[in-house]
T-cell receptor, first 115, second 111 residues
Framework: AQSVTQLDSQVPVFEEAPVELRCNYS??????LFWYVQYPNQGLQLLLK??????LVKGINGFEAEFNKSQTSFHLRKPSVHISDTAEYFC?????????????FGAGTILRVKS | DGGITQSPKYLFRKEGQNVTLSCEQN?????MYWYRQDPGQGLRLIYY???????QKGDIAEGYSVSREKKESFPLTVTSAQKNPTAFYLC??????????FGDGTRLSIL
């Protein structure tokens, strides 16, 4: 069964510093990966997705992620964070195709940006 | 604007009571999903439906029921058999070649 592990439950960082949120997945078949962001008491918003092609994927709000097949990782990065980036971030893998019929989520990483 | 509307935003349940959470979408999406979110556990799939009048159990379906009588609507009933219903519930929808789109959630608490 496919699974997703987010290696950090919380990541504190100062404003304008770089950040990396780590995600590892397990899958024996083609992989389709997503990062979502959730602000307090709201739903999830898609940040970026990897379906195929270039392993470096750029998303909204200045975020990017790199797909690494040999390390089964899909880490999310931002070179300079803002206070407004404070939120919970979820990595997910699609089961059953690119947009499949299911998403399997990691437990989430809370990003806390401090001034 | 197209989107997913979940109502109510906050809901309280008494012991032994069934409650129904509403999810409506005007995106013309075929598939709809219900997730449960607990702190530190991510999102877990309760039920999903890929077409009208058909739905499948997800990973934690016990104590929940759904219906899909219309394409745009996918209500979730939390029954009295669900012993720990306090959680944040999220509805999502998708269609071919599109990522899942989420509503803003319903927070259910026990009185």
């Amino acid at each position: 069964a496919q699974s997703v592990t987010q290696l950090d439950s919380q990541v504190p960082v100062f404003e304008e510093a770089p950040v990396e949120l780590r995600c590892n997945y397990s899958s024996s078949v083609s992989v389709y990966l997503f990062w979502y962001v959730q602000y307090p008491n709201q739903g999830l918003q898609l940040l970026l997705k990897y379906l195929s092609g270039s392993t470096l994927v750029k998303g909204i709000n200045g975020f990017e992620a790199e797909f690494n097949k040999s390390q089964t990782s899909f880490h999310l990065r931002k070179p300079s964070v803002h206070i407004s980036d404070t939120a919970e971030y979820f990595c997910a893998v699609s089961v059953g195709g690119e947009y499949g019929n299911k998403l399997v989520f990691g437990a989430g990483t809370i990003l806390r940006v401090k001034s | 604007d197209g989107g997913i509307t979940q109502s109510p935003k906050y809901l309280f349940r008494k012991e032994g009571q069934n409650v129904t959470l509403s999810c409506e979408q005007n995106l013309n999406h075929d598939a709809m999903y219900w997730y449960r979110q607990d702190p530190g556990q991510g999102l877990r799939l309760i039920y999903y439906s890929q077409i009208v009048n058909d739905f499948q159990k997800g990973d934690i379906a016990e104590g929940y029921s759904v219906s899909r009588e219309k394409k745009e609507s996918f209500p979730l009933t939390v029954t009295s058999a669900q012993k720990n219903p306090t959680a944040f519930y999220l509805c999502a929808s998708t269609s071919f070649n599109q990522p899942q789109h989420f509503g803003d959630g319903t927070r259910l608490s026990i009185l």
